[in-house]
Each structure stands twice: as structure tokens, then as C-alpha cells.
């Protein structure tokens, strides 16, 4: 049975290689080539290591490749430094016989983040390893609409994302790069646990359903912690140009906590005060007197 941890090396690694072209590296093209990237006796020779060793990295066999034989892949690839703590991550484990024990248990949201998020004046949510939502704000309600009208286990970023009922949301043109981000992260999940239920579940049910989201995941590409500017378009306020970014929570690995800010004395933020303030007044008006709830809304697709 194949290495999980060498099983995810190899398939790193030829991503990387397919992403990197012979000018990149001073090679010649040649002749007729059947890859669209680097040929893998190339990159080897570039790493300094023999094709037939390199081959076996990728088909995720037996080896357990040392710390010098990992740097010099990381220059040949020309891996950035999250690229490069993800080799390392994925390589290191694939060094021992079986898998170390992860943790887990049920993830949760400590009483003082959770007060934290309450009184922030912000939208800010919190996200499990694997992008599940765990918890939110009312400013995050406003802008995003109640996460609560969904099915716990539907409460993913990503499954959120990429659900067909929400394709006509996409249309902003940062949405692709947004999907990149979380799928960045959730490659960083996945490296510390190739196996998780969760985890397999989750990439599972999109590779499935979804061409967009095989595009992607193919990448391999992966971020460890992102930050960025939305926009979002929103009937009651308008366009809303929102930057974002992402904050790590005690745990190894632990929940993140998502936060949308605004430029302070900007339109943006006067149009964010203003949706909080239509969210606090409709929430009133449902629990006016002899009022009847309304249905909960779908939270917006990022």
C-alpha cells in the first residue's frame, strides 16, 4: 500500500514540474514534446539527482528523500517559501514506516474567541482545518446572509463555493482567485493528514461534481495563511470592497479566523455600516411582537 504522505510528494512534485517550461530554466525546448512542462529526466538533472530516483519520488514509492536532496528540488522547482514548508512537511512524513497519530477530536471555538467575535465590529468567522465554518459574527451574517439555514455538515467554505445553486453568484471577477485561496489552504490541511475523513469527504463529493473545482485541486497549489480584497455586490448597499485576511488559532494544526475589513473613512465602510444597520433592523422587526420568523437566508457564495 502506498505512503499517503509519499503518495501527495509525488503528486506535489509533478504539478510543480508540469507548471515550470524549459526557457524557465534555461533549457532548449527541442523537438516535439508529449508534456506540456518539464520532462522529468530534466528536472533531475537540474536537482543534480538520477531520473530513475526522481521517478520514484513521484510515483510515490519507497524513498525517503534527505533534507539536502529536498532543498535541491525546491531550487530546481522554484518553490516560493510556502511551496517549499510544504515539500518539507509532505517529505519528513513520508520518511517514517506509518503515519504519526493526528489529532482528531472534534474541533472547537474556545469561550474567549467566541466573545472575541461578539464584539467585533467587522465580519469575522472562524474555520476549522478543513474550511468548516465554526462560528460567526452578526457583522458576518450581514454581509454573508445566516449560515444557519444550512445543514451542519454543508457549513464548508469550499462546499459553499462550488454548490450549482449558487453559480449565478459568481460572478465577480476575483471569484476564481478566492476558490485558489481556500483551496491553497485546505492543501495545507491535507498535508498534515492525508487520510482525514473530513478531509476525503470533502475534496471527494467536489472532484466529483465539480469540473471547475479538478481544475484547481490539480494545481497543487497551497497557502498556509492568505489575505486579499473582495468584492462584493450586494442589492440593499451596493458594490462592497472589502480586504481580507486570515489569522491562526491556538492548535496544531487549529482554526483560523477569517476577518473583512474596510478602509476606515471610505465609501466601503460607510456602505458596511450601513448593511449592519438594515441586518439590525430586520432582525428586530422578526422579533417584533406578533411577527412570524422569515426563512433563514443562504449565505452568500464567495
Not at 471527494?204 to 497549489?221: C, N, P, Q, V, Y
Request: aromatic residues 4%.
Amino acid at each position: 500500500m502506498t505512503h499517503p504522505y509519499a503518495r501527495e510528494l509525488g503528486d506535489f512534485l509533478r504539478a510543480r514540474r508540469a507548471r515550470l517550461h524549459p526557457a524557465d530554466v534555461g533549457l532548449e525546448p527541442g523537438g516535439r514534446r508529449k508534456v506540456a512542462g518539464l520532462r522529468r529526466e530534466e528536472l533531475a538533472l537540474l536537482a543534480g539527482l538520477s531520473t530513475d530516483y526522481y521517478q520514484r519520488m513521484e510515483q510515490g514509492r519507497e524513498v525517503r528523500p534527505s533534507d539536502d536532496v529536498l532543498e535541491a528540488l525546491a531550487g530546481a522547482l522554484g518553490l516560493d517559501d510556502a511551496e517549499r514548508r510544504h515539500l518539507f512537511t509532505l517529505a519528513r512524513a513520508a520518511r517514517r514506516p506509518m503515519p504519526a497519530p493526528v489529532d482528531r477530536t472534534p474541533e472547537r471555538v474556545p469561550p474567549g474567541t467566541r466573545r472575541l467575535l461578539r464584539v467585533m465590529d467587522t465580519p469575522a468567522v472562524v474555520l476549522g482545518r478543513h474550511l468548516d465554518l465554526l462560528d460567526w459574527n452578526p457583522m458576518a451574517e450581514a454581509l454573508l446572509g445566516d449560515p444557519a439555514g444550512h445543514p451542519p455538515d454543508r457549513l464548508n467554505m469550499l462546499l459553499l463555493m462550488f454548490d450549482d445553486t449558487m453559480t449565478a453568484q459568481r460572478s465577480c471577477p476575483d471569484w476564481e482567485q478566492q476558490a485558489l485561496d481556500y483551496i491553497g489552504m485546505m492543501r495545507a490541511a491535507v498535508a498534515t493528514d492525508p487520510t482525514h475523513p473530513r478531509a476525503t469527504a470533502i475534496v471527494g463529493e467536489l472532484s466529483i461534481r465539480s469540473a471547475e473545482f479538478r481544475r484547481l485541486w490539480a494545481r497543487h497549489d497551497v497557502r498556509a495563511s492568505v489575505s486579499g480584497s473582495k468584492t462584493f455586490r450586494i442589492p440593499e448597499v451596493g458594490e462592497l470592497v472589502l480586504d481580507w485576511d486570515t489569522y491562526p488559532l491556538p492548535g496544531d494544526p487549529g482554526p483560523v479566523m477569517l476577518v473583512w475589513t474596510a478602509e476606515p473613512g471610505g465609501p466601503h465602510a460607510d456602505r458596511l455600516r450601513l448593511l449592519a444597520s438594515l441586518r439590525a433592523v430586520s432582525a428586530d422587526r422578526r422579533a417584533g411582537p406578533g411577527s412570524k420568523s422569515s426563512p433563514r437566508e443562504t449565505p452568500r457564495a464567495e
